[in-house]
Structures are given as structure tokens and as C-alpha cells.
């Protein structure tokens, strides 16, 4: 790569907005404040309308700072932060999963039941519960109907079989 193209890398990434601890804190606040109410959309809230509601009055400063309105009206932010942490604890579960350490034993069990998990490989733990599939197994009719009823089910009566006559030949009109 060529020296004036790194520069001009280095330079763009220097001009990205990086928020304050307290202006994640103004915008956390007005998010959760207009999550549910389709009236107000934060790609289209005010000045005004911020303050109003985070009752957070640095606004009006930082309002006019670069990036900072991109940055406060940006509700995708959140899904690209959550995807970079996602990253770096996979690189981090990685480097955990391969140390040779044998302290690092317990934490390279946890990192792989996580793993398992969040790929659906492995069984979710089930709800605990008095009744295991061997004692359902070993009910009679009558104990498993009112196992059911107790958890909710209702028993359905199924229609019955329909019933075809069948005509003799000569039985039968003309089709």
C-alpha cells in the first residue's frame, strides 16, 4: 500500500464521531424513552424534542459538533456495535479454545457448551419438572389424561370414519 494512501486512511479514521460516555448515555435515554411510541422516529427528532425528553441540555453543544447528529440519529449504531463485541468475543472464545494451558480447562468447557449453544447443537437444559419421559412412559390412560389436563391440554374427539356404501351395478344411474 502506498504511503499518501495509508495517510489518507489514517486521516479518515480520525474524522470518525467517537461519542462521549455521556452523550451514549443522552442517547440510551432518548431510544428507550421513544422505543414504543410511533410518533417520534429518531431519524427525524428534533433538537428541541431530544432535550425535551433526555432533559440532558449539553445537547444544544454537542448538536453542532461533526458527526454527532449522524451519530444520535443513527438507530443501526447499536446492530454494529453488537456485531463488533459478537466479533470479539468469538476471537476471544478462539484463543480461549485453543490454549494448551490446562488452568484455562474450565474456562475451554464453558467456551464450547456457549458455542454448542448458540449454534443449536446441543439440547437446551429442560424445564425441571416431577415427571420424567420414563414415568409419562409408565402411566395409564387415566393418569396421562390428567397429566395433560394439568398441563394445559384438552382432549379432542376425533371424527369418526366416514362410511361408503357400495352400489351394485345395476344400482347406479347413468354417469
Known sequence: MSNELNNLLNLADSMDFVPSEAM????????????????????????????????????NAWWKQDGFQDWFKNRAE????????????IKRLRSILNSDSEKMASAQISAAKLLFEAANKMPKNKENSKFSDEAVAKMNSEQLEEFLKKAGYTKTIAPPEPTFLIANEGEVGDV
Open 24 to 59: 451514549i448515555r443522552a442517547k440510551s435515554k432518548l431510544l428507550a424513552l421513544i422505543a414504543d411510541n410511533p410518533v417520534y422516529s429518531l431519524e427525524d427528532i428534533s433538537l428541541a424534542t431530544a432535550v425535551e425528553f433526555t432533559k440532558e441540555r449539553r445537547l
Open 78 to 89: 447499536f446492530r454494529g456495535e453488537v456485531e463488533d463485541l459478537l466479533m470479539l468475543s
